[in-house]
């Protein structure tokens, strides 16, 4: 688990195709590696990837052919740019939101706007993931823990503060730049819990205004 607050800006060292998946070499940047560990988690533009290598400037991980297919990892290329987080130990501040390293989908930036000093950004989300989207609440995008500040449709604003621009690989984005989006995860599991027993059928289990009223959430 992580908390979407990001420690360091890292870069793609090399990517190495193996069959249909791949590993990794990220150089850390400032990333603290002394408490980490083989197997440890380090999100990675938001995707949790697992340690199977380090050093004090590096760490090696292998992604999966599924993770390629759902995060931006299919256009990455080496010496990119990336947000680096470890994960959450028990004793830390939750300075964000609790964030798994499940990427739900990529976005795209729609527009950039600069106020002065902030940045007002729009993400077009993919359609399925509109429904999980909330004024005022969480998102991770890229990694990043932030918060919703207008909601349009499947478009989402986001409202960006110096210091988050200055640590994190937001301050690179242009218009269409592709990002790894996490829904808040409390908003995936309230979704499904809402199913009750019509969860275990495999199909007709969406949740949908018809749903609602055969089972009393309209009236």
């Not at 989908?105 to 950004?121: F, L, P």
């Not at 609440?137 to 960006?160: E, P, R, Y």
């Amino acid at each position: 688990m992580f908390t979407g607050i990001i420690e360091s800006v890292g870069s793609i060292a090399s990517m190495q195709a193996r069959g249909s998946d791949m590993r990794v070499s990220i150089n850390v940047g400032k990333l603290d590696m002394a408490d980490v560990q083989l197997g440890d988690s380090i999100a990675t533009n938001g995707v949790c990837l697992t340690v199977v290598e380090f050093s004090a400037q590096h760490y090696v991980a292998d992604v999966s052919m599924e993770t390629i297919k759902r995060t931006g990892f299919a256009a990455y290329q080496q010496g990119m740019a990336v947000n680096l987080e470890k994960a959450l130990m028990a004793t830390s501040r939750l300075g964000g939101h609790i964030v798994s390293g499940h990427v739900d989908g990529v976005g795209e930036i729609a527009s950039i706007e600069n106020t002065g000093q902030t940045w007002e950004i729009w993400v077009k989300a993919p359609d399925n993931l509109a429904r999980y989207i909330a004024e005022k609440g969480s998102i991770t995008v890229d990694g990043v823990s932030l918060t919703v500040n207008d909601v349009q449709g499947a478009k989402f604003k986001l409202t960006l503060v110096p210091h988050t621009l200055q640590e994190t690989i937001i301050q690179h984005y242009q218009t269409g730049t592709r990002v790894n989006l996490e829904v808040d995860v409390i908003a995936r599991y309230l979704e499904r819990l809402m199913l009750g027993d019509k969860a275990a059928e495999t199909t007709g289990n969406a949740i949908n205004l018809s749903f609602l009223a055969e089972n009393g959430y309209l009236r």
